[in-house]
């Protein structure tokens, strides 16, 4: 069975910071590059950060770069996103999501997903 696990979503006020994980069971993450999305109320789901599966390579969304850094830890199958800086805009559920791409910012490349975690930022 393949399993995304997220965690880590919060309440926060704005300028505050979360780090948010992404556990992922071996056959998930072995050689996937890694991706975090996000949706907020009303929205479509929105790219907004993915890591190579060596860590080498990284994209963000504009709206979170130098706010958001991800990353991974392979021998613990696990994915990071830590979020600096928060503003009440960044509220959204938060998805991550695994690729056989070698990394790629579009949804549709990714084929595992989460169940989400919650983030909301208050002004």
């Known amino acids: 069975q393949v399993q995304l696990v997220e965690s880590g979503g919060g309440l926060v006020q704005a300028g505050g910071s979360l780090r948010l994980s992404c556990a992922a069971s071996g056959r998930t993450f072995s050689g996937r590059a890694m991706g975090w999305f996000r949706q907020a109320p009303g929205k479509e789901r929105e790219f907004v950060a993915a890591i190579s599966w060596t860590g080498g390579n990284t994209y963000y969304a504009d709206s979170v770069k130098g706010r958001f850094t991800i990353s991974r830890d392979n021998a613990r199958n696990t994915v990071y996103l830590q979020m600096n800086s928060l503003k009440p805009e960044d509220t959204a559920v938060y998805y991550c999501?695994?690729?056989?791409?070698?990394?790629?910012?579009?949804?549709?490349?990714?084929?595992?997903w989460g169940q989400g975690t919650q983030v909301t930022v208050s002004s």
């Open positions: 999501a695994a690729s056989t791409a070698l990394i790629t910012i579009f949804g549709y490349e990714y084929d595992y």
